[in-house]
T-cell receptor, first 114, second 112 residues
């Protein structure tokens, strides 16, 4: 158990809909990252928040957005869903170790768009 | 841009066999290198890492050495167990940032 929690575990929805995925980082971790894992694209970095502020952006679609709240939990919002958005979405949080940052991943949310 | 290339899987071994999973990278600057493992139905777990050339990361019998001259970070284990069956991902932090770039993963199955 990494200490990072994600809800829900599974989500099934229809094309055109909007969903919200939730992540709670490990206690004390200020950074939250979102990744998408799909069969064709593999694991891709989407976005990073640090203490409520966006810090880095990756291959995140304009239909997707995220935020980090004062209690440090984060939400990833996916709208106008398409079949190709079906994937596993992972959240990670990080701690700065003596030898640099280490990211710890949650169990993921499996999104199925039908 | 930065990228990671892993050997294609799946890899099937018998228990106690020697394991090598090849990983090479392309990067600007001096990234840190990581191996993550994903057991069935679970998230990714950090297995080991190395932050500079010639560093060796090790954990749970697995080892990998950061080779700058060959831009490689191959994962090795001397004697695999059935419990090592999982998907292994090689990764680097892009431009020394905290953005991880992953390889496509290599599925390992160890048979008793």
């Amino acid at each position: 158990d990494s200490g990072v929690t994600q809800t829900p575990k599974h989500l099934i929805t229809a094309t055109g809909q909007r969903v919200t995925l939730r992540c709670s980082p490990r206690s004390g971790d200020l950074s939250v990252y979102w990744y998408q894992q799909s069969l064709d694209q593999g694991l891709q970095f989407l976005i990073q928040y640090y203490n409520g502020e966006e810090r880095a952006k990756g291959n995140i679609l304009e239909r997707f957005s995220a935020q980090q709240f004062p209690d440090l939990h984060s939400e990833l919002n996916l709208s106008s869903l398409e079949l190709g958005d079906s994937a596993l979405y992972f959240c990670a949080s990080s701690v700065e170790a003596r030898t640099g940052y280490e990211q710890y991943f949650g169990p993921g949310t499996r999104l199925t768009v039908t | 841009g930065d990228s990671v290339t892993q050997m294609e899987g799946p890899v099937t071994l018998s228990e106690e066999a020697f394991l090598t999973i090849n990983c090479t990278y392309t990067a600007t600057g001096y990234p840190s290198l990581f191996w993550y493992v994903q057991y069935p139905g679970e998230g990714l777990q950090l297995l080991l890492k190395a932050t500079k050339a010639d560093d060796k990361g090790s954990n749970k019998g697995f080892e990998a050495t950061y080779r700058k001259e060959t831009t490689s970070f191959h994962l090795e284990k001397g004697s695999v167990q059935v419990s090592d069956s999982a998907v292994y991902f090689c990764a680097l932090d892009q431009g020394g940032s905290e953005k991880l770039v992953f390889g496509k993963g290599t599925k390992l199955t160890v048979n008793p």
